[in-house]
């Protein structure tokens, strides 16, 4: 196409052009979205269902897995439903609103994961006001805040995108990607480019150090324990969250942050696939193997008694 001014509707490329591949990427992605929904999905009716788990750790993870349901939930739905009809478009505005509920659930994901770290200080390093700092306002800001300034974020790259012009319709990647978008623009995207960086930047680093500074006095903490097994118990807490962690960040950063990435390449899509689709799926299962109470929740759920209650209430 050529210098083109208007783009009513974009064609996504997929994560590959050959069919037997493509068959591949489907049946895995469904697999993947099913079962992180679901966990997910029992995670946050496990929590809401049982009244020993209505603490602020609980808060917070229940929340996480509203994000990681909604997150996914942006994407990977449009990708299978193109497959199976055959068709690959998506209109402007839907581009635009994908985009935007994509940065706005992966923002607030990325924020609300510095809190509860923050949660996991309080509880370790100050366990005698722990009931005391984390009451039920504190905890409201602290999930408030992430899904405000994550939509901020979003709607002022969704903004800006607007009044680009584009010169192709042929979107790299298996959705509608801020990068790739701007990849595509016949505009001058200095400034788009400079908020990726600036706020992009924030969204991602200032979680990231919050969390490496909350994490700090917890291993300070964790070592002056006398005995393993006391150690074992006291990192115990947070270790689920570490691991979330390092899922989130570790392929987030391998995408976003790699100065040699010029472009959507497979390796790009493979890692945005472990950040959208992988680490959201494992969230349920790292915090419910790694936690006690959970699994005797997500027991009782399965069992039906609380199914029936909570079918009574609604």
Sequence with gaps: MGNQTHVSEFILLGLS?????????????????LIGGLGNLLTLLAIISDS?????????????????????????????ANHLC????ISFPACLAQMYFFIA???????????????????????????????????????AVPWISANLVSLVHTI???????CSNRIPHFFCDLNALIR??????????????????????IPFVCIMVSYTPIAVAVWRVPSA?????????????????????????GVYFNPTATHATQKDMAATVMYTLVTPMMNPFIYSLRN????GALKKLLGGNHLAKLANSL
């Design 17 to 33: 052009s050959e069919l037997q591949r493509q068959q591949v990427f489907f049946s895995l992605s469904f697999t993947l979205y």
């Design 52 to 80: 020993r788990l209505h603490s602020p750790m609980y808060f917070f993870l229940s929340n996480l897995s509203l994000l990681d349901l909604c997150f996914t939930s942006s994407t990977i739905p449009k990708m299978l």
């Design 86 to 89: 055959g068709c690959t478009t």
């Design 105 to 143: 659930f992966g923002a607030a994901d990325s924020i609300l994961l510095s809190a509860m770290a923050y949660d996991r200080y309080l509880a370790i390093c100050c366990p005698l006001h722990y009931v005391t700092i984390m009451d039920a306002l504190r905890c409201t800001l602290l999930v």
């Design 160 to 166: 800006l995108m607007t009044h680009l012009s584009f």
């Design 184 to 205: 595509l623009s016949c505009s001058d995207t200095h400034v788009n480019e400079m908020l990726v960086l600036v706020l992009g930047g924030s969204v991602v680093l």
């Design 229 to 253: 097994q006391g150690k074992w118990k006291a990192f115990s807490t947070c270790g689920s969250h570490l691991c979330v962690v390092i899922l989130f960040y570790g392929t987030i950063i």
């Design 292 to 295: 006690r109470d959970l699994k």
